[in-house]
């Protein structure tokens, strides 16, 4: 459910919530990180809620009311992010330079379809 929220952000406060998003990133995020298309997330909290964005896709965010949720919804955030951008041939992913603490990866199905979609582009660049 987004937070549907406007205005200034205030950033991470461990008073407010107990633990610092690094320490719920490290003990909450349960996925594997092991494949090679990571983005690293920005993470706010703003209210009562903590935003999600890829600094690097310029585009799109997410939210969750815990660390723990944000991170869960990042995943599908970037899944629609590398989706969307691989449906047009003419874009290309952004390059992954935003500097975070929080990387993410995209779900296995993403991941194994941009492989898929990245060996395509390159076999018809080489006809």
């Not at 320490?23 to 983005?39: P, S, W």
């Not at 903590?50 to 310029?58: A, E, I, Q, R, S």
Request: with cysteine; net charge negative.
């Amino acid at each position: 459910m987004p937070c549907r929220l406007i205005g200034k952000t205030s950033g991470f406060d461990p008073e407010d919530s107990g633990s610092s998003p690094d320490e719920a990133f490290r003990f909450d995020n349960k996925q594997e990180q092991t494949n090679m298309y990571k983005y690293n997330a920005k993470i706010e909290q703003i209210e009562d809620c903590y935003l999600v964005t890829f600094p690097d896709f310029g585009w799109g965010c997410t939210d969750g009311q815990t660390i723990k949720e944000a991170v869960e919804e990042a995943v599908d955030c970037l899944d629609s992010l590398i989706a969307a951008t691989i449906r047009d041939d003419d874009k290309k992913l952004p390059e992954a330079k935003y500097d975070s603490k929080y990387s993410i990866s995209p779900s296995l199905t993403i991941a194994s379809k941009l492989s898929i979609y990245q060996e395509f582009q390159r076999q018809k660049k080489s006809k």
